[in-house]
């Protein structure tokens, strides 16, 4: 059985303990939840909560059939094999230096990455993209002198409904 990472969107009633149930009936199953993004749509009383595992298609479909039980839960799409949009986002504290300033410039301005916040010390910066793309931004900014980051985890719209 080969194991695929899997892009679930998941449309809820925004209730209170809604998330908190719905991470309960995976960890209890024993299935890990590898990012995790949240947030309302476009109408206020449903949220959207698109999520990413790993699993064989059968794990996936034994996860999907979990959440579809639970009763604040109104749809389940795995959208890893439909035509979506993937983002992630991320920010990147690096320290400034003699021997590392001119090549974090040149890294942010070949990437065009985003200056949300700079200092004579440290430097703040924004990166959008894919997960292929997040992931080489990090191993490149790492020997720059990466003091801290904070990723998004996946978010993604299906291209048509």
Known sequence: MERKNHIISILVYNKPDVLARIA????GK?????????????????????????????????????????VDVISVDDLTNVESI?????????????QNTEAVKIAIDTN??????SGDTYVII???GDQT???FALARLEPLGMTDITRTGLVALKLDD
């Open 112 to 117: 065009k990455w985003k200056i949300i916040v």
């Open 24 to 27: 309960g009936t995976l960890g």
């Open 86 to 98: 993937h983002r992630e986002m991320v920010l990147v504290r690096l320290n400034l230096n003699a």
């Open 30 to 70: 024993g299935y890990n939840i590898d990012s995790l993004c949240v947030n309302t749509t476009t109408q206020k009383d449903i949220s959207k909560i698109v999520m990413t595992t790993a699993g064989a298609q059968a794990t996936i479909t034994r996860i999907e059939n979990q959440l579809q039980r639970l």
């Open 126 to 128: 924004e990166i959008t």
């Open 133 to 135: 793309q997040i992931d």
